[in-house]
């Protein structure tokens, strides 16, 4: 049974929206056009907030939207909550310009 | 009277609706129309932002509104600033403006008025310096306001066409629905108001940050697809400046805790709100948009600023998108408050006007959500108050471009 709403914007995305407060451990199925996924959340996701619809390895970009959002700070897993913790914003990054380029 | 009202409801005691497409609007001498009739008491200087306020208190039909400008203010600042001004006394929802000065400021109050004289609407200047201080001020400001006041009241609204309709879209106070519902409804609403030949404004330039490939493909030709990177560049290049992740301002903690988590995100959401036509020119803060059909306006984020700058470029009224809830509103131009989710239409009743909530719970489409909006814009427009209208929600901001002196 599968009482908890997603919404993935786009087949190529790399993760979901719960569109109500969903319980870690809670298995939710998540559509996206031709795109089909069992997925046991690894956290609590509240509403609004973005969990990992695939594995995401270190480095990789973000997509919702289709579009990049972000790149992972560390490994995320399947069903693990997206957010601050784990991606960060590449643009208007004032604090990297001392960085290699 | 009250009971009829109950009885009827809100759907029983509409304006005399028009064919679909047009709204009854006020005629101005340049041809502009407006949706409101105010009589503007417009204070240059903060100085004079007081005396303007107690005329307020004095005459009915008068509006004012509070701000730290006007003086000290050089270069590409001090025309901004000076532009904003020009634009919030021509906007056609004002009737007639009444300039209050200082005297001794930068932003002369006679300049101001000079220029919004050209719109052929009446306008008057009284400067605290040369009316005996504050009093002799709030006097004769009080008498000027009064008179314009009954002549504006004279002046009947007749049938206008959307074309004539230059609407302002916003997002604020973002959350993760803003981008699945009421952005993708003003969208529509966008779209909507540009097919019938009339004009939607989108600014806030830091939130198209990582959204502006996809507007600069829409631009209808090189030189505006070139500008979108330019601005978006200046904008990105500002945040360098501060040696700081623009994520320490932007997105806000507001919108962290709504599931946003990097301003790209929130970006692409807010890009929806564009709808999916054409983009026709890029425009400075406050200017006035010199084609028909989807225009951008640089503008920073903040509500604001944004706001004040579409309103002083001619936006008669603006949609506005919230998540987390906001009372945004202005002194002169309606602004319909659309909730990206239905708790927060709810716990804030008094500030929003519209429940795109629908959106996320699949009970209404997009299309369907935006088909209700622009219904409200046309009952707005004919002259229903908005909820920032009634609890006089009189906000102004200008973006400031350089330091005081």
Redesign the interface.
């Known amino acids: 049974m599968d009482q908890y709403?997603t919404?993935m914007?786009k087949p190529q995305d790399s993760v979901a929206?719960a569109?109500t407060d969903i319980p870690a451990q809670a298995s939710v199925t998540v559509t996206c056009q031709d795109r089909r996924f069992e997925i046991a959340l690894k956290d609590t996701i509240?509403?609004?907030?973005?969990f990992a619809v695939v594995r995401i390895q270190k480095g990789e970009d973000i997509l919702?939207?289709g579009?990049?959002?972000?790149i992972a700070t560390r490994d995320i897993e399947q069903g693990e909550h997206?957010?601050?913790h784990n991606?960060?914003?590449?643009?208007?990054?004032?604090?990297?310009?001392g960085d290699a380029s | 009277m009250s009971t009829i009202w109950k009885e009827n409801g809100e759907e029983g005691i509409g304006l005399a609706t028009l064919a679909n497409g047009q709204f009854w609007g006020y005629r101005r001498p340049d041809g502009r129309v407006g949706v409101r009739n105010h009589v503007l008491i417009l204070p240059t200087i903060t100085c004079a932002t007081q005396a303007a306020k107690q005329i307020t208190e004095l005459v009915q039909g008068t509006v004012s509104f509070i701000h730290q400008h006007g003086c000290a203010q050089v270069g590409s600042d001090y025309e901004q600033t000076f532009r904003t001004y020009v634009g919030m006394g021509s906007n056609p929802n004002v009737y007639g403006v009444i300039v209050l000065g200082l005297g001794c400021e930068t932003h002369q109050a006679r300049s101001v008025a000079g220029e919004i004289a050209k719109t052929g609407k009446p306008v008057e200047v009284v400067s605290i310096q040369d009316h005996g201080g504050t009093l002799g001020t709030i006097a004769q400001g009080a008498k000027l306001a009064a008179k314009m006041v009954k002549d504006a009241s004279r002046q009947m609204r007749e049938a206008c066409d959307f074309r004539e309709l230059m609407i302002g879209t916003e997002c604020g106070g973002s959350?993760?629905?803003s981008?699945?519902s009421a952005n993708p409804a003003v969208g529509f609403v966008s779209d909507w108001i540009v097919d019938h030949g009339g004009t939607a404004i989108l600014a806030e330039t830091?939130e198209l940050?990582?959204?502006e490939h996809?507007l600069a493909n829409r631009a209808v030709d090189e030189k505006v697809a070139k500008r979108v990177y330019e601005v978006i560049d200046a904008m990105?290049k500002r945040?360098?400046?501060?040696?700081?992740?623009?994520?320490t301002g932007?997105p806000s903690p507001g919108n962290?805790k709504?599931?946003l988590?990097?301003?790209?995100?929130k970006s692409?959401?807010a890009a929806n709100k564009a709808g999916s036509r054409p983009l026709q020119e890029l425009i400075d803060y406050a200017q006035q948009p010199s084609k028909k059909g989807l225009v951008w306006m640089d503008t920073p984020g903040h509500d604001i600023e944004q706001l004040t700058g579409m309103v002083a470029g001619g936006a008669q009224i603006v949609l506005f998108t919230t998540?987390r809830g906001t009372p945004t509103g202005s002194p002169i131009a309606p602004v319909i408050k659309i909730a990206t989710?239905s708790a927060i239409f709810e716990k804030m009743a008094d500030n929003i006007d519209v429940n795109a909530g629908t959106i996320?719970e699949?009970t209404e489409t997009i299309e369907q959500v935006g088909q209700r909006i622009v219904e409200e814009v046309a009952h707005v427009a004919s002259g229903k108050l908005t909820l920032a209208e009634i609890l006089k929600q009189h906000d102004f901001g200008i973006w400031r471009i350089g330091p005081t002196f």
């Open positions: 709403k919404v914007m929206v569109l509240e509403f609004g907030h973005k919702k939207y579009e990049v959002i972000g997206v957010h601050v991606l960060e914003g590449k643009r208007g990054r004032g604090d990297r310009l | 959350d993760a629905c981008g699945l830091t940050i990582g959204a996809l990105e945040a360098y400046l501060m040696g700081v992740d623009i994520r932007n962290i709504g599931g988590s990097s301003l790209e995100e692409l959401g998540g989710n996320i699949g």
